[in-house]
């Protein structure tokens, strides 16, 4: 069993540190530097067709809905296209707005989650383009769509998300440069900068990796906390709402994840001194940078315990937290794939030093086939 794992004690963890690889794998054959372009060898839409679109409906849910999220704003930034980011459990039932000049993009790991499906199965009947990015070939999400595309991630065992959620990211990336190439609002040579920082990130998953002794001992002070609070602003919101699911789901222990600016419309209210802030910090004005320092400086103040994930060469917010975890810097539509890392290493060192069944959490299926 052990051997089966790699060695390591749980899939939860092979599948942490196998995410280099597998982004790698995501990337493959795909990026055609060059040119400037992105080529999937599903691909079946006309210039014209893309052209036609006037706006992206995204359909997940949980991890999956997250990476929506974020694609929004690669997506917005990259193709110049409107995007709205759906939980599909919730579309269904509420008489949606679909047309033909929609394009539906269904995100699944397993491609088999029964809201998810219900939902891309609705959105095609109304009549809109429909793509599925999946993770499993031959799924029924990649069969009920006119387009696929693989993340490629490999098998995920461990119930909690993890490689399949940052392959999804770099999947919608590279979609978001093909798109923004095809709508002309992406240069030749804004592409080929896009794919350039994209190749490096397996490099800079394997250095971020390097932070799990230090997220060891963020977990190890923190492992009897009540509650966390998870923010983030701009493309880092969807990675706060992610290290919070990732938390609640294998340690139990209650979190959530906010965008900063909301934190005074609410959440504030909660933080005293035993509420420990993980704050997602990268150093970009796309992420209000001077924004998420007030939010630390707001929670030190009501004697909140902050823990910074911050870019390794910062100074600023390394003065203000009781925690600094350093992540290479990266892009701010990047950024999310990097700082991710030290969230889902957070959230299994929880959980394991809590000792729970870490693959295997209670009340939860690896793919949701029932609504
Ligand atoms: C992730 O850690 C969860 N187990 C869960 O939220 C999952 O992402 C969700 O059920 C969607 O699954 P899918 O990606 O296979 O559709």
Request: proline share 4%; glycine share 8%; aromatic share 4%.
């Amino acid at each position: 069993m052990m051997a089966e794992k790699g060695g390591y004690k749980h899939f939860m963890h092979k599948e942490i540190h196998e995410q280099p690889r597998a982004i790698a794998d995501t990337l493959r054959g795909r990026m055609l530097l060059s040119e400037g372009d992105v080529h999937f060898d599903t691909w079946n839409l006309s210039l014209e067709q893309v052209k036609s679109f006037t706006k992206v409906t995204i359909l997940a849910c949980g991890t999956s809905w997250h990476s929506g999220v974020a694609g929004k704003h690669m997506i917005e930034s990259l193709a110049r296209l409107p995007v709205e980011v759906e939980l599909a459990s919730e579309f269904r039932y509420r008489d949606p707005i679909v047309e033909k000049s929609h394009l539906v993009i269904a995100i699944s790991q397993s491609g088999e989650t029964a809201d998810t499906l219900g939902a891309f199965k609705e959105a095609k009947r109304l009549g809109a383009h429909t793509l599925a990015i999946c993770n499993v070939i031959g799924s029924a999400m990649t069969r009920e769509s006119d387009l696929h595309i693989l993340t490629n991630a490999g098998p995920e065992i461990g119930v909690a998300s993890t490689k399949a959620f940052t392959t999804q990211l770099v999947t919608l990336y590279l979609l978001a440069v093909k798109l923004g190439r095809m709508r002309g609002t992406l240069s030749v040579e804004g592409a080929q900068e896009h794919l350039t920082q994209l190749a490096q990130v397996p490099k800079m998953i394997e250095d971020v990796l390097k932070c799990e002794p230090q997220v060891k001992r963020v977990a190890r002070e923190f492992m009897n906390a009540q509650d966390f609070l998870f923010l983030g602003r701009g493309p880092m919101h969807p990675v706060a709402l992610e290290g919070a699911l990732k938390l609640k789901e294998i340690s139990y222990i209650h979190a959530e994840g906010y965008a900063g600016g909301e934190m005074k419309h609410g959440p504030i209210a909660l933080i005293d001194e035993k509420m420990p802030v993980v704050v997602i910090a990268p150093k970009h004005p796309h992420v209000a940078y001077e924004k998420i320092i007030g939010n630390i400086e707001e929670v030190r103040a009501r004697g909140g315990k902050v823990i910074a994930v911050i870019d390794e060469d910062d100074t600023q917010a390394d003065t203000l937290a009781d925690h600094v975890i350093r992540i290479p810097a990266a892009s701010a539509l990047l950024a999310p794939v990097v700082a991710t890392i030290p969230l889902q290493l957070l959230a299994y060192h929880v959980a394991e030093m809590r000792g729970n069944d870490v693959d295997q959490p209670r009340n939860l299926a690896k793919s949701v086939t029932v609504e």
